[in-house]
C-alpha cells in the first residue's frame, strides 16, 4: 500500500520569503499523479498545484512550484514571496495512475504560519 | 457558481444516535467520495461511487454506509454513532480523467457525545 509523510508538522516563515514543505512518499508503481491541497481555517480543502510521476518538468503555479524526485520518492513545494493568506494546513497526496484508482492517500499534513 | 454542499456544517450527537450527512452537487461529476479527516492522520476515504448504481468501499468504511440517490447527491450515514466517530467529513467530487481531480466540500465537524 501507499504512504504518504510530511515529517514537518508546523512550519513557520516571515512575510515575503520563500518556505518549501516536505513530502515524501512510498509507492512500487512507476505511474502516478501528487498533489499538494492547502486548507485555510476555513475547512476548505483547495488543490494548489499537480504533478504527474512520467513529467520531468517541476510543475509551477505562480508562486507555488514543486521540486519532485521521482527516485527519491520526494514532493515539495516551494512558496515564493509568502503572503498572509498563504497561512494555512498543507497536505500532500498521492492518487495511482492504474485504471480505477479513485482513493487519494494524504500525509498527515503541515501546518504554515506566515508572521507579518 | 458550480459547488459542492454539505450539510450540516456542524453537528453534536450521542453515542448511539443514528446521523446522516447530505452532500450535493452541482458540478455535474460522476464520481463523489466521503473523506474522514482526523488530527495528525490526514484524510481517509471512507467510501466512493462511480454512478448511481455503482458504491465502493474505502480503507474506512466499518461503521458506515452510503447511498446515491442522484448523481448530485451522496449521503453518508453512522448508523449508530461512536465517540471515535468524531471527526471532519468531507464529500468530493471529480470527473473521469487523467488526473481525475477531486473538489472538496466544505466539511461538517461531527462530535459524538
Known amino acids: 500500500a501507499q504512504t504518504v509523510t510530511q515529517s514537518q508538522p508546523e512550519m513557520s516563515v516571515q512575510e515575503a520569503e520563500t518556505v518549501t514543505l516536505s513530502c515524501t512518499y512510498d509507492?512500487?508503481?512507476?505511474?502516478?499523479?501528487l498533489f499538494w491541497y492547502k486548507q485555510p481555517p476555513s475547512r476548505q480543502m483547495i488543490l494548489v498545484i499537480r504533478?504527474?510521476?512520467?513529467?520531468?518538468q517541476n510543475a509551477t503555479e505562480n508562486r507555488f512550484s514543486v521540486n519532485f524526485q521521482k527516485a527519491a520518492k520526494s514532493f515539495s513545494l516551494k512558496i515564493s514571496d509568502s503572503q498572509l493568506g498563504d497561512a494555512a494546513m498543507y497536505f500532500c497526496?498521492?492518487?495511482?495512475?492504474?485504471?480505477?484508482?479513485?482513493?487519494?492517500?494524504f500525509g498527515q499534513g503541515t501546518r504554515l504560519t506566515i508572521n507579518p | 457558481d458550480a459547488d459542492v454542499t454539505q450539510t450540516p456544517r456542524n453537528r453534536i450527537t450521542k453515542t448511539g444516535k443514528r446521523i446522516m450527512l447530505e452532500c450535493s452537487q452541482t458540478?455535474?461529476?460522476?464520481?463523489m467520495y466521503w473523506y474522514r479527516q482526523d488530527p495528525g492522520l490526514g484524510l481517509r476515504l471512507i467510501y466512493y461511487?462511480?454512478?448511481?448504481?455503482?458504491?465502493n468501499k474505502g480503507e474506512i468504511s466499518d461503521g458506515y454506509s452510503v447511498s446515491r440517490q442522484a448523481q448530485a447527491k451522496f449521503s453518508l450515514s453512522l448508523e449508530s454513532a461512536i465517540p471515535n466517530q468524531t471527526a471532519l467529513y468531507f464529500c468530493?467530487?471529480?470527473?473521469?480523467?487523467?488526473?481525475?481531480?477531486?473538489?472538496f466540500g466544505p466539511g461538517t465537524r461531527l462530535t459524538v457525545l
Open positions: 468530493a467530487t471529480s470527473v473521469r480523467g487523467p488526473y481525475n481531480e477531486q473538489f
Open positions: 509507492t512500487s508503481e512507476s505511474d502516478y499523479y
Open positions: 504533478q504527474e510521476a512520467y513529467k520531468q
Open positions: 497526496a498521492y492518487r495511482s495512475a492504474s485504471p480505477g484508482a479513485q482513493k487519494l492517500v
Open positions: 458540478k455535474g461529476h460522476d464520481r
Open positions: 461511487s462511480f454512478d448511481v448504481k455503482d458504491i
